[in-house]
């Protein structure tokens, strides 16, 4: 398939009046069409030239070409200390012979005796250059070179040297590799269905275009979903799946140095762990089962077995019909859940110092990482406090209301009010991150630990907001088998499909209480993104199941 057919062509912007900015315009196109046929006609001398040498005629045949399968095998082993990574290829290596691997991200041919081609590994590049020199680089070599499909994987050998500019098409500006040897690995197929460059283009670049008369390829989300493994090689993307695992990183680290246990819940149950209809229903050798919503029941199972302070990273499914920026179908939940000496309030405690040192973590550990995401997705750095700001549900109501939204009585804040609420808190306490408390019980789930004060309109629970979008939601937990079985009842959930779960309270359990966040959102929001499916690899929503 070609590109053309799976990607938006932005439309070109009405002509101008102005007879001089026509002809500018005439004029960059004339340029631009004359520089097409001089690369087409040096690749037609090229081609003429080369057409009647062989690899048989050429006796530096061995030192390019495609390495047969056999060699792929894991036929030898080698000393992989004997390769370089182009991140460390720096100016103090000139004159030291390398060996890298990547994929050619650009290739331009330059006469019949010379080619340049741009090597990428893991976000980083370096520009090679292959020239013909008796013994070493045929003229068969750089028609190899030449022939390579964007997005193929090789093997350079070579020597560093500085140029006496820095080359500004490549992350390494200083350094380029003069080639000796060539060897493609793998062939990337001509024609790719999404270009790399055009997927990495952001929404400024392509309305400065618009601007100046030019026209570039958009490529819409749904057509980057479809060919995710291209569309992942953009170097933002490659930024939000490191910062993704940064998240995850500071998040373990941070709960073990805190005396928190790893745990891994089964995701296949009998019952709703949520309550409410929106579950995966499946057969389980002939029983009604379900994919869980959260671990939440066994995370606290788990504190009945006197683990103490426990978490887990690791899937959640909602079966919700949710088609919104940041709902998906399958997520990745960072759960939390421990024992609590006399409130909840330690509970948030928990979540202030994680996520200020999980924020201090991305500041600090991820700068390239965020610079590549903020030059496609341009984004402010997250405010946030040393110590996080904590509101009241009813605090937040009123903020509301000063500024005539209002809020159903007992009810629960819609997308609308948490984000106006977010502005309001963003401008009078200078923080976008921000925890809101006592919610009302009615929209809390059935586990959650009513108010001392008013049982049976408030409860024990908290939600937590980044840029006025709420990813985290926790509280005190009930431990008493009987109101548990009662508020089961009451959210419509069949007791005798979590009766295990609500035995184990009977058996003497502790005061605790834990939260929820999605990996997806805190990433999203972090790195002020517009569409949750920017950070899930491959996403799952009611339309998605593939690829």
Same mark, same amino acid.
């Given at each position: ?39 087409? +006609? ?201 910062? +993704? ?24 149950? =009998? ?5 409410? =209809? ?40 909602? =079966? ?24 909840? #309030? ?12 999980? #924020? ?18 341009? #984004?402010?750095?997250?405010?946030? *406090?040393?110590?996080?700001?904590? *509101? ?24 609308? =009010? ?17 925890? *809101? ?8 789930? #059935? ?101």
């Amino acid at each position: 398939m070609s590109s053309s057919e799976t990607q938006e062509q932005v439309p070109p912007p009405s002509q101008p009046d102005n007879a001089a900015a026509i002809s500018k315009k005439a004029a960059k196109k004339e340029a631009a069409k004359q520089e097409k046929l001089r690369r087409k +006609q040096e690749l037609a001398a090229l081609s003429a030239t080369t057409s009647n040498l062989s690899v048989e005629d050429d006796p530096l045949a061995a030192n390019y070409g495609d390495i047969p399968l056999v060699e792929l095998q894991s036929k030898t082993p080698v000393d992989v200390n004997n390769w370089s990574r182009i991140e460390t290829l720096v100016p103090s290596l000139k004159g030291q012979q390398v060996l890298i691997r990547g994929r050619v991200q650009t290739i331009r041919p330059v006469g019949k005796k010379m080619a340049f081609l741009v090597i990428r590994e893991n976000g980083y590049t370096v520009q090679c250059l292959v020239q013909v020199q008796p013994d070493i680089v045929s003229i068969q070599m750089v028609k190899f070179a030449a022939s390579l499909s964007r997005e193929s994987i090789v093997d350079v050998e070579g020597e560093i040297s500085v140029p006496d500019a820095a080359i500004k098409a490549a992350t390494q500006q200083n350094v380029e590799v003069q080639v000796r040897k060539l060897y493609c690995v793998s062939r990337a197929v001509p024609n790719l269905p999404i270009n790399i460059e055009d997927a990495a283009r952001s929404e400024v670049e392509i309305e400065k275009a618009l601007q100046e008369g030019e026209q570039f390829v958009r490529v819409n989300q749904d057509t980057r979903l479809n060919f995710r493994v291209l569309d992942l090689r953009t170097p933002a993307n490659q930024g939000i799946f490191r910062i +993704q695992s940064q998240v995850g990183n500071a998040f373990r680290q941070f709960l073990l140095s805190e005396g928190f246990v790893e745990i891994h819940t089964p995701k296949l149950i =009998a019952g709703s762990s949520e309550g409410g =209809a929106a579950v995966f229903r499946l057969d389980y050798k002939g029983q009604p089962a379900c994919l869980a919503q959260s671990p939440q029941l066994h995370k606290q199972m788990s504190l009945c077995g006197d683990l103490g302070r426990v978490f887990e990273i690791g899937p959640v499914f909602r =079966a919700e019909d949710s088609y919104t920026h940041r709902h998906l179908c399958e997520f990745t939940g960072l759960d939390i859940e421990m024992e609590i000496k006399k409130h909840y #309030f330690e509970v948030m405690d928990v979540v202030d110092r994680l996520f200020v040192t999980l #924020f201090d973590s991305l500041n600090q550990n991820c700068k390239k990482e965020l610079e590549a995401v903020r030059k496609q997705y341009p #984004f402010e750095p997250l405010k946030y *406090l040393r110590k996080t700001l904590r *509101l009241t549900y009813e605090e937040g109501v009123q903020m509301l209301k000063e500024v005539g939204i209002e809020i159903e009585p007992f009810g629960d804040l819609n997308t609308e =009010a948490e984000r106006k609420l977010g502005q309001l808190v963003a401008e009078k306490y200078g923080t976008e991150f921000y925890i *809101l408390y006592r919610y009302p019980l009615a929209i809390r789930p #059935f586990y959650t630990m009513p108010c001392y004060d008013n049982p049976e309109e408030y409860s024990n629970s908290f939600d937590v907001f980044i840029r006025g979008e709420e990813i985290i939601s926790g509280a005190q937990r009930v431990h008493k088998p009987d109101l548990l079985e009662k508020r089961a009842e009451a959210w419509g959930i069949d007791v005798k499909t979590i009766s295990t779960y609500i035995d184990s309270f009977r058996y003497g359990a502790p005061l605790h209480g834990g939260f929820g966040v999605g990996l997806e959102r805190v990433v999203m929001l972090f790195c002020g993104l517009n569409n949750i499916r920017k950070t899930s690899l491959f996403p799952r929503d009611p339309l998605r199941l593939a690829p």
